[in-house]
């Protein structure tokens, strides 16, 4: 079960003493009855509408185009720890301050990467009802937003996108462990690694190959380096997606190749950039290639306990053969540990961010005779 973080503890303390500018992306996880009956009424609530349906028009596009430039952070926007999000954001296809709508991020996420409509809804949605404000219909896609002042962060914070072993999460090819400090910053020397593993295994170039070495070498070195390693879903999941994302979407639309360059690989990773003349995929694109990146070593989901070089296999984790209890860990772990009983706005304003999350969920699983059920972890008794 995931816990409120310290953070959202030091909120709580302070909001007891005074009633603070609660900033409207930040979620309500966590808070205690009394917090939210000052929070709430602060707060502009809004019905979150559907999310966007699948493009029309999948080809290939010019998407880093004159509408859409790339422009340099402003005082006070926001990255995080996703560099396709973080790119979304610097081209304008999200408001450039980092501050977004669940329906704006698929939206922005279709039409800038071409992504597979389901799978944008589910992990938008899955990131929104944990970090998202789920009354405002707001979200932040990272970093740290003070309570009590500009940043840098004053006694009470609230972070965006970025709570750990969800999307962010251990073993990451460009951020640090969350153990280390910063999980969310470009770290120099992972790219380095990425880079030499490149050159080792992909002739310069990266490739599923390369993923599939690098992403066992982040999980080894995470495992020996980091007591608190934690590799569950469904990070689990996240962790290997990430591995394919740069070769799915950061790849130039018009080229036959399944290789990423290099200097096109930074681009995204540190500056939030696309190529001059960027297209997107020439086809709706989710996780293809995750097999590849697994099989060659394979790992069951799990986590060290008690210390480094001690990791431990969970079974209560889903993995590659038990897709529905991703979705059930999704909901019956992390947001209702988050949410544990929600009532009035609040309880209304997950049911229907749930239901937009399974949705998602079947448009990527299918919804035939084996189809997962949805599940509802909010009984009218609660």
Sequence with gaps: MMR????RFLVLSSL???????????????FSGEVLQQVIPTLE???PPKPPGPLKD?????????????????PGDIRGPCPGLNTLASHGYLPRNGIASPSQIVEAAQEGFNMHNGLAIFITYAGHLVDGNLLTDLLSIGGKTSLTGPDPPGPATVGGLNTHDVFEGDTSMTRGDAFFGNNHSFNETLFNEL???????????????VASEFRWKRIQDSIATNPNMSFVSPRYFTAYAESTFPINFFIDGRLNTRELDLTVARGFFQHSRMPDGFFRPNRSMGGQGMELVADPHPIQPGRNVGGVNNYVIDPTSADFSTFCLLYENVVKKTIKGLYPRPTGVLRRALDINLDYLFQGFTLLNGNGPDACKQVFPYEKDD
């Design 195 to 209: 880079v030499e593993f490149s050159n080792r295994f992909g002739g310069g170039k990266y490739n599923f190959t």
């Design 45 to 47: 609530l809004r019905v």
């Design 4 to 7: 409120p973080t310290i953070t």
């Design 16 to 30: 007891a003493l005074k009633v603070f500018a609660f900033p409207a992306f930040a979620s309500l996880a966590g």
């Design 58 to 74: 999948t080809s290939a596009k010019l998407v880093n185009d004159a509408a859409h430039p790339w422009k340099p952070l402003e």
